[in-house]
Nanobody, 122 residues
Framework: QVQLVESGGGLVQAGGSLRLSCAAS????????MGWFRQASGKEREFVATISWSATKTYYADSVKGRFTISRDDAKNTVYLQMNSLKPEDTAVYYC???????????????WGQGTQVTVSS
């Protein structure tokens, strides 16, 4: 099993910044990709960003490209999502996910955190 714990969510005004963290524990050797998805009220879960441990590849949704940055700390088994220039439409529950391969589809990730709420006020 892999456990994922997100932190760093909160309330911020439009144009502000937040940094989300996701710490992985357990059988972390069984995963090679960690990413972020988000789900706004009444909408389906959507891809935000992901990073591959082995290849150091990163991918971003077009909606966040240039504003969000995903990074990792190998020693801490932690992935971060730096979110800048936040917009009200970024408001959602953000979920950390882990899987065997880097991907942009939720079904490609086996392990999920409980989510952290990000609210951006206008």
């Amino acid at each position: 099993q892999v456990q994922l714990v997100e932190s760093g969510g909160g309330l911020v005004q439009a144009g502000g910044s937040l940094r989300l963290s996701c710490a992985a524990s357990g059988r972390t050797f069984s995963i090679d990709a960690m990413g972020w998805f988000r789900q706004a009220s009444g909408k389906e879960r959507e891809f935000v960003a992901t990073i591959s441990w082995s290849a150091t590849k990163t991918y971003y949704a077009d909606s966040v490209k240039g504003r969000f940055t995903i990074s990792r700390d190998d020693a801490k088994n932690t992935v971060y999502l730096q979110m800048n220039s936040l917009k009200p439409e970024d408001t959602a529950v953000y979920y950390c996910a882990a899987g065997l391969v880097v991907g942009v589809y939720a079904h490609e990730y086996r392990y999920w955190g409980q989510g952290t709420q990000v609210t951006v006020s206008s």
